[in-house]
C-alpha cells in the first residue's frame, strides 16, 4: 500500500503503481455490478454504467450534487464532444466499507500528485458471449484528459482478454501490460501514460464479464 509519510516510493510525474488490495473484499462488491444499466452511448449493449463524484469531507466520503460527462475529441475519438448522462452509484454500494476503502486509496494518491480534492468514479461491466466480444477500450489507445487515473477490479469471469496495457506514446511498445485480478489496483499519471485494455471474448457457452472501478482526479464535466 502507499505510505504517504514515504511519497518518494512513487513518482506522481513519471511512475504508476501497481497494489493487490487484499483488505478489500471484492466478493462484497461483486453483486453491486448484476444491476449496472446499459450504456446508452456505446453499440452493441456490452458495456454498463454509473457514474458518481466525491470529495473528502474532514473524515468522510461526500457525495457530490449529479454530474454529466463530457471529454473532447482530443481525448476520446468515438464519443467525444458527447455530453453523457449516466445514473449513480448505488447508494448501498457507496455506504459500503470495502467501495470506502478503494476510493479513500484513490484519494490519497490525487492528495499526493494533484491539487484536487474531488474524483470520479465509474462503475462498468463489460460482457462478452459466444456471439460477441466486448471492448473496454472502443476509443483505442487514449488519453482521458484528467490528472490521474485508477483501474480497480472486482471481477472477471468467463473471459479471455481484457489485458490493460500503459505506453508512453502510441508508437512505442507498452511500457506496462497485466490482465488486472480481482483486487488489483493500477494507478498512474494521465499525462504521463496513454492508455488501453484489449477486448474480452468468452472462455465459455455463457456471458462472461469483466467489472472494474474507474477512478479519475479530477472529473470530466461539459464546459460552462
Request: contains cysteine; hydrophobic residues 35%.
Amino acid at each position: 500500500m502507499l505510505n504517504l509519510s514515504k511519497p518518494s516510493e512513487y513518482n506522481c510525474l513519471a511512475s504508476y503503481i501497481l497494489e493487490m488490495f487484499g483488505t478489500v473484499r471484492t466478493d462484497k462488491l461483486k453483486h453491486f455490478f448484476n444491476d449496472l444499466p446499459v450504456d446508452p452511448f456505446l453499440a452493441g449493449n456490452y458495456r454498463f454504467r454509473r457514474l458518481s463524484h466525491f470529495k473528502i469531507s474532514g473524515d468522510r466520503l461526500e457525495k457530490l450534487p449529479h454530474r454529466r460527462l463530457f471529454q473532447s475529441k482530443k481525448y476520446n475519438p468515438i464519443l467525444g464532444d458527447v455530453i453523457r448522462e449516466y445514473p449513480e452509484l448505488d447508494d448501498a454500494l457507496i455506504e459500503s466499507e470495502d467501495f470506502q476503502k478503494v476510493t479513500w486509496e484513490f484519494f490519497q494518491f490525487c492528495q499526493l500528485c494533484t491539487n484536487f480534492n474531488e474524483v470520479a468514479v465509474h462503475q462498468i461491466r463489460t460482457t462478452a458471449t459466444s456471439q460477441q466480444m466486448g471492448n473496454p477500450a472502443p476509443e483505442g489507445i487514449h488519453r482521458d484528459g484528467v490528472d490521474l487515473v485508477g483501474i480497480f477490479s472486482v471481477n472477471r469471469a468467463g473471459i479471455e482478454g481484457g489485458e490493460t496495457h500503459l505506453y508512453k506514446t502510441k508508437r512505442e511498445n507498452p511500457a506496462f501490460t497485466k490482465i488486472l485480478n480481482p483486487g488489483e489496483f493500477l494507478v498512474f499519471r494521465d499525462d504521463q501514460y496513454f492508455h488501453f485494455t484489449s477486448p474480452v471474448s468468452a472462455s465459455t457457452s455463457e456471458q462472461g464479464v469483466r467489472d472494474v472501478f474507474v477512478f479519475t482526479c479530477p472529473g470530466l464535466f461539459p464546459p460552462e
